[in-house]
């Protein structure tokens, strides 16, 4: 006798899950990785190696032992904060560090508010935002790519902190930030050759290789980043037209954190508004606060506290772009 079963809805199940979406984050994100071991060599493999390796540990350790909840470290998402956290540290950190990042990024950033959906920041910029905070020398050495040469690494200043110190002395930023005077052509800071910076940000058109990828998987949706993009560049632009001694739209899209925070950090399921109109609003925010801060305020990178400080109006977002009900 066949039954006649009544459930309510979905019905039809689209093959989505969180492995599915996790896992292709991590291959978008592959790019990017190999750039950073060919630029700073041996030295960002073993700063992913142990910041992956840190942030499965912890996050086992905490739900079996402390929580006592089923274990999920192979849903991809732990993976994903050690790789995040890797990619917005220097190649040259100690790796006492990485763990200790890895350890406040799962245990303050995640798991205490729960685990994986539950969590109100991203659990990546908060490990990454403690080290900066705690130890900010340490994570403001900024190795000059040098690839796999043995000899010892040699430290200089960021595009956005040599645009940062140009700024007092208000001089054109086309003047200051000219190849001839140190800086770099917009080829090269696409590429990250010789571009000085985090593991993960210094390549922006490996990052939007990763961008594209996501999209034709349809892991993530366009609006959030193109948001960020749209509002960096028309505050910059505005910026750089009052005065030239602050830098014009496609270097700040393609310096620093931009591209790495809006694609990949930003996007996060959990810490975003959840309508469309919501991400263009969070978006925007990202955006405007980035422009602020690196700019006005007394960091260079502005990305990783303006996508914390949207992560938590993500909620009235959410209320104040709630859909109307039809019943």
Known sequence: MNKFIVSPSPHVHGGDSIERNMYGVLVALLPALLCSILFFGWGALY?????????MFFEYIIQKYLLKQPVTIEDGSAIITGVLLAFNLPSTIPLWL???????????GKMSFGGIGNN??????????????????????WPVPNGFETTDAVTAPTPLLLVKQALRTQKPFAEVFSPGEGGHSLLELGTGSGVGGSLGEISAFALLL?????????????HVPVSIFLTIALFSGILHWINPAYAGPLFHLLSGGVMLGAIFMATDYVTSPMSRRGMWIYGAGIGTLTIVIRNFGAYPEGVSFA?????????????????????
């Open 47 to 55: 700063v992913t190696i142990a910041a992956v390796a840190s942030t």
């Open 98 to 108: 990485v763990v200790l990042g890895a350890l406040v990024a799962i245990g303050i």
């Open 120 to 141: 109100i920041f991203n659990p990546a910029l908060v490990g990454r935002v403690f080290l900066l905070i705690s130890f900010p020398v340490q994570m403001t050495t």
């Open 307 to 327: 996508i914390l400080i949207m992560n938590a109006f993500t909620p009235l977002i959410n209320r104040y772009c709630k859909p109307k009900r039809f019943a």
């Open 210 to 222: 990763g961008f594209a990828y996501l999209l034709l998987k349809r892991v993530i949706t366009w």
